[in-house]
């Protein structure tokens, strides 16, 4: 019931059933679970009792490996995408380095090279977009709540949460402000930590890097109304 092509691919399955390893290493320290899919060079390999994930590419999800049997549910397709999740679940990591730095947090979706690819703790994020949110990083488990959409949307947002940025490089500065939203390509591009925002337009700006609780509207503007 299992299905292991390449050099040591599913080595050490015991009682697991239903997976499928291709590749040099693929699902080589797999024992006791059921229904993985690890196709690619070390993909899976240091999964020892979890179940249900997909690993796709050289090196994804090549650290997973909680302690006790668990259902992982984590999708992970690209070069070296996931690589580093212990023992985080419900991830969707699509994209060469797509959230390859992320260790026990869970439920983040990122898509796109190098999306959400610094963030180790925090979580209930969504990247889409080559470098989306690329260097988020809570220090701490933190829901994060960030949703980035577009090519480096969010791209230098660190410990900033609750934001939603909709276009190409929207809120390209931004670092730790929180509960912005900018729509638009390049919207709110100069503000860095400001907060409660809400941005929409193509190269609309407000006031100061630190602008709080203000509304801008329009092509190219720069404005405030609070």
Same mark, same amino acid.
């Given at each position: 019931?299992?299905?292991?092509? &390449?050099?040591?691919?599913? *080595?050490?399955?015991?009682?697991?059933?239903? %997976?499928?390893?291709?590749?040099?290493?693929?699902?080589?320290?797999?024992?006791?679970?059921?229904?993985?899919?690890?196709?690619?060079?070390?993909?899976?390999?240091?999964?020892?009792?979890?179940?249900?994930?997909?690993?796709?590419?050289?090196?994804?999800?090549?650290?997973?490996?909680?302690?006790?049997?668990?259902?992982?549910?984590?999708?992970?397709?690209?070069?070296?995408?996931?690589?580093? #999740?212990?023992?985080?679940?419900?991830? #969707?990591?699509?994209?060469?380095? $797509?959230?390859?730095?992320?260790? /026990?947090?869970?439920? %983040?979706? $990122?898509?796109?090279?190098?999306? *959400?690819?610094?963030?180790?703790? &925090?979580?209930?994020?969504?990247?889409?977009?080559?470098?989306? *949110?690329? #260097?988020?990083?809570?220090?701490?488990?933190?829901? $994060?709540?960030?949703?980035?959409?577009?090519?480096?949307?969010?791209?230098?947002?660190? /410990?900033?949460?609750?934001?939603? *940025?909709?276009?190409?490089?929207?809120?390209?500065?931004?670092?730790?402000?929180?509960?912005?939203?900018?729509?638009?390509?390049?919207?709110?591009?100069?503000?860095?930590?400001?907060?409660?925002?809400?941005?929409?337009?193509?190269?609309?700006?407000?006031?100061?890097?630190?602008? /709080?609780?203000?509304?801008?509207?329009?092509?190219?503007?720069? /404005?405030?109304?609070?």
């Amino acid at each position: 019931q299992n299905t292991a092509v &390449g050099y040591n691919a599913g *080595l050490s399955i015991t009682t697991g059933v239903e %997976n499928t390893f291709v590749g040099a290493t693929a699902g080589d320290a797999t024992t006791d679970a059921d229904f993985n899919v690890g196709v690619g060079w070390g993909a899976l390999g240091a999964n020892t009792v979890g179940s249900k994930s997909v690993a796709v590419g050289v090196g994804t999800l090549d650290a997973q490996n909680p302690t006790t049997a668990t259902d992982m549910h984590n999708t992970a397709i690209g070069h070296g995408a996931g690589g580093a #999740v212990t023992t985080g679940r419900f991830h #969707v990591l699509i994209g060469s380095e $797509a959230g390859d730095a992320i260790t /026990t947090a869970s439920s %983040n979706v $990122a898509i796109g090279y190098q999306a *959400l690819s610094a963030d180790t703790l &925090g979580e209930n994020s969504v990247a889409v977009g080559d470098k989306a *949110l690329n #260097v988020q990083n809570q220090t701490t488990a933190t829901d $994060a709540f960030n949703v980035a959409v577009g090519s480096s949307a969010g791209v230098a947002v660190n /410990t900033g949460t609750e934001n939603t *940025l909709v276009g190409a490089k929207a809120g390209f500065n931004l670092t730790s402000g929180s509960n912005n939203t900018y729509i638009g390509s390049l919207a709110g591009f100069n503000t860095t930590n400001g907060g409660n925002n809400v941005v929409v337009g193509h190269d609309c700006a407000l006031a100061g890097q630190s602008t /709080t609780n203000a509304i801008g509207m329009g092509f190219e503007v720069t /404005t405030q109304s609070n």
